[in-house]
């Protein structure tokens, strides 16, 4: 067996960004931005205001409440026509710039109209309400550093001072296959010894809550020649492939022998419970995960290794999950056997801290388990842990 960090080394050294491109505003949600972004107008483009209100000249309102004239009303989006003198006022609509003369904005309910007048009711001060140009960013300031993951937000940001398009790295295309004599999808009635096929679905959905473009390869039998087409077109169409089945000691682990006989592998039995086996290489320069078929453990298997190893091709700067730092709730026991025991746990929080509490049913065929926890535990070499110990937290959603 090897540490983890030995084969995440090994993973990570060849799962390089991919080389950027520009990418349509549109289609970057989840990328990462491979240059520094750079405002090429400020924001807001001009002065506005923040109110529904007046707009005025604050020295006219030393004494109060004084009566102004009311010269125009300017709508978001229309320009003024009028400058104010001293005794007058604009009605103005919150975003539309402010007239010259004016200095300061009234809210609406601080004041009341007849015709042609308004009478203010408060005084404010110089800028009241105003929101400068360039209140939140300045042309010519950074916005975003190199390396920055693209949310809704900064999209918007990006919207906001006018980009269409942002270079990123491309989002990467990863193919999945599931492989195995008895799986079955096609919904019917099982035949003895037939199960249905879930690594599919479940690898499929990991990569698309993950910001990659997944690419079913579907399910392919225990057959040499079938997995081989498989794989090649995988490794022909998508930036990377998925398999699931087919790595481990078996008799018809077919996948293995194809892999060795087309693929650059590395077969590695890793220090960890789930997930031990771990095959990873390239066809052709496209990185393979070669992933346990047990349920648990290939999702596991997904979130140490493939997750980490696509994410630092699509340039995420840290593409690994950092463990955050929970509370056991009650004691967790293992056996000492030079592992890392991932624990499938329910975090939630409670008095600010993340308080963890292991689900029923660890074993690594235990799908439904998996899918009550919300976050692995992750207990090192030992004995577990008492209730109240502190435990590394991976959250997964
Ligand atoms: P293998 O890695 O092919 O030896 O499979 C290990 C275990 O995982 C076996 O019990 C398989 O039936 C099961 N398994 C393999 N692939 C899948 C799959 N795609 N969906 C559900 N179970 C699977
Ligand atoms: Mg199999």
């Not at 109060?64 to 103005?92: F, K």
């Not at 609406?108 to 309400?129: A, F, L, M, R, Y």
């Not at 346990?292 to 091709?313: C, K, Q």
């Not at 235990?366 to 109240?388: K, Q, T």
Request: proline fraction near 6%; charge should be negative.
């Amino acid at each position: 067996m090897i540490p983890i960090e030995e084969a995440r080394t090994y993973v990570m050294d060849r799962c390089r960004p991919q080389p950027p491109e520009a990418t349509d505003v549109a289609d970057a949600l989840g990328l990462v931005t491979a240059t520094d972004v750079i405002a090429n107008e400020s924001l807001p483009p001009f002065a506005n205001t923040a109110m529904d209100g007046f707009a005025v000249r604050s020295a006219d309102l030393s004494s109060v409440p004084v009566q102004l004239e009311v010269v125009e009303t300017i709508a978001a989006g229309h320009n003024p026509t009028r400058s104010l003198d001293s005794g007058q006022a604009s009605r103005i609509m919150t975003g539309a710039p402010i007239p010259d003369g004016a200095d300061a904005i009234v809210m609406v309910e601080k004041t009341s109209v007849d015709g042609d007048t308004v009478t203010i009711e408060v005084q404010v001060g110089p800028g009241n309400h105003i929101r400068p140009a360039g209140d939140d960013l300045m042309k010519g300031d950074l916005v975003f550093p190199a390396g920055t993951r693209l949310t809704a937000g900064r999209l918007g940001v990006l919207c906001s001072l006018g980009f269409r398009e942002i270079e990123t790295y491309p989002r990467l295309r990863v193919g999945v296959m599931s492989t195995g004599d008895e799986l079955v999808d096609d919904g019917g009635d099982l035949e003895p010894g037939q199960i249905r096929d879930s690594n599919r679905r479940t690898l499929l959905s990991l990569l698309s809550g993950d910001a990659f473009v997944p690419v079913d390869l579907g399910l392919i039998a225990d057959d040499e020649g079938a997995i081989e087409e498989a794989l090649g077109q995988g490794a022909r169409d998508c930036d990377a492939v998925i398999t699931s089945g087919g790595v481990s000691m078996g008799d018809f682990d077919y996948v293995k022998a194809v892999l060795n006989r087309i693929g650059d592998m590395r077969w590695m039995q890793i220090a960890i419970k789930p997930a031990k086996p771990l095959a990873f290489g390239t066809i052709k320069g496209t990185p393979i995960f070669g992933l346990p078929g047990n349920p648990v453990s290939s999702m596991v298997s997904y979130e140490l290794f493939a997750r980490a190893g696509l994410r630092s091709m699509m340039g995420f700067k840290e593409p690994i999950r950092a463990a955050i730092k929970g509370i056991a709730a009650n004691s967790i026991s293992r056996r000492t056997d030079g592992k890392i025991h991932y624990v499938r746990v329910i975090a939630e929080h409670e008095n600010g801290a993340t308080v963890v509490y292991p689900v029923s049913g660890q074993g690594s065929h235990m799908l439904a388990s998996m899918a009550r926890s919300n976050a692995l535990a992750v207990l090192p070499d030992g004995e577990g842990c008492e209730a109240g110990e502190q435990v590394d937290v991976l959250l997964l959603d």
